[in-house]
């Protein structure tokens, strides 16, 4: 079963602090792995994507790494800033029958940073 | 770039009443766009996938008597919930896809929050 599992579920942090999320997952065949950011009440926002033959990808303070051997991904956050509470969703694009996508998504992170 | 629209960003109804979902790309051009469910403190669940000049693909569970997608242009997709009930309160996204990436990018809109009384 396609399944991607994320952890920590939450993380509150103090602002300036860094920080890493955690994503494993059981999909096949694999096409490429995202991270997004999600505010409250908001659409999902793409930090960064991925795939099979990336190791790493940054972008400003987030930078994300891919170990498609171990299916394991991480989200490090630097330089933590209020800004930054939101939920971070890890998302994995299985390729489909006509060369079509299906997204499996994660539950999220639940990030506070604090002052 | 790559800027999704969503109207309206909040929507109350009573129960039995329809509701229309707007969702347009306002600077490209979107072949297929999808709409998604999400419930609180629960992963985004695609709903259907929309093809301009096409129908609808929807993802099993889902009923497309209940949930009508038209997608007439390539700027705009419409969802209507037909005879809301309580339980189809939920907080519905779309995204759009533009043409020639392989399926790479999906941009998302805000979002609407439906509420049915």
């Known amino acids: 079963k396609n399944q991607v599992e994320q952890s920590p579920q939450s993380l509150i942090i103090l602002e300036g602090k860094n920080c890493t999320l955690q994503c494993n997952y059981t999909v096949s065949p694999f096409s490429n792995l995202r991270w997004y950011k999600q505010d409250t009440g908001r659409g999902p926002v793409s930090l960064t994507i991925?795939?099979?033959s990336e190791n790493t990808k940054s972008n400003g303070r987030y930078t994300a790494t891919l170990d498609a051997d171990t299916k394991q991904s991480s989200l490090h956050i630097t330089a933590s800033q209020l800004s930054d509470s939101a939920s971070y969703i890890c998302v994995v694009s299985s390729r489909r029958a006509g060369n079509n996508r299906k997204l499996i998504w994660g539950l999220g992170t639940s990030l506070a940073v604090n002052p | 770039g790559a800027v999704v629209s969503q109207h309206p960003s909040w929507v109350i109804c009573k129960s039995g009443t329809s509701v229309k979902i707007e969702c347009r790309s306002l600077?490209?051009?979107?072949?297929?766009m999808f709409w998604y469910r999400q419930f609180p403190k629960q992963s985004l669940m695609l709903m259907a996938t929309s093809n301009e000049g096409s129908k609808a693909t929807y993802e099993q569970g889902v009923e497309k008597d209940k949930f009508l997608i038209n997608h007439a242009s390539l700027t705009l997709s419409t969802l209507t919930v037909t005879s809301a009930h309580p339980e189809d309160s939920s907080f519905y996204i779309c995204s759009a896809q533009p043409p020639l990436t392989g399926g790479y990018e999906q941009y998302f809109g805000p979002g609407t929050r439906l509420t049915v009384t």
């Open positions: 991925m795939t099979f």
């Open positions: 600077d490209f051009q979107a072949t297929t």
